[in-house]
């Protein structure tokens, strides 16, 4: 699920490989700041479009950030074959791209585990 022939990988790297590797039916994850921009991706997809989805789900949230209602913290998408699942982190995004109904206790388990991993490494505690 890693493109190991990258070289320029972040410290936050490892983080989205174990979380995919712990996810059944993942294929690819991002970090996003709070601007869309990528902080690291991992998976089997096209690097480009694991980037496009990421910096789509920051303006999804963003666009819900600016209703009455409070923001949610997990948003998912679904089509025919995949969902998308668009978690906040304290301003950042975390985009994961799975199969369809893949959601279980394992999943939402993995993205605490993520979460938390990801908030340490930047600092945000």
Do not use: W
């Not at 991706?41 to 209703?67: E, F, H």
Request: glycine share 6%; hydrophobic share 35%.
């Amino acid at each position: 699920m890693s493109a190991s022939h990258r070289e320029d990988k972040t410290s936050f790297y490892p983080i989205l490989e174990s979380l995919l590797n712990s996810v059944p039916g993942a294929h690819s994850a991002i970090f996003c700041d709070e601007e869309g921009e990528s902080i690291e991706y991992c998976g089997a997809m096209n690097p480009y479009d694991i980037k496009i989805a990421g910096a789509y789900s920051t303006v999804i949230l963003q666009l819900l950030r600016g209703r009455q209602s409070p923001t949610p913290r997990t948003i998912a998408i679904s089509c025919s074959s995949l969902t998308m699942t668009i978690h906040e982190i304290k301003g950042y995004t975390l985009t994961l791209i799975l199969n369809r109904r893949t959601f279980s206790a394992a999943l939402e388990s993995a993205i605490e585990k993520a979460t938390e991993k990801f908030i340490h490494e930047a600092g945000l505690k």
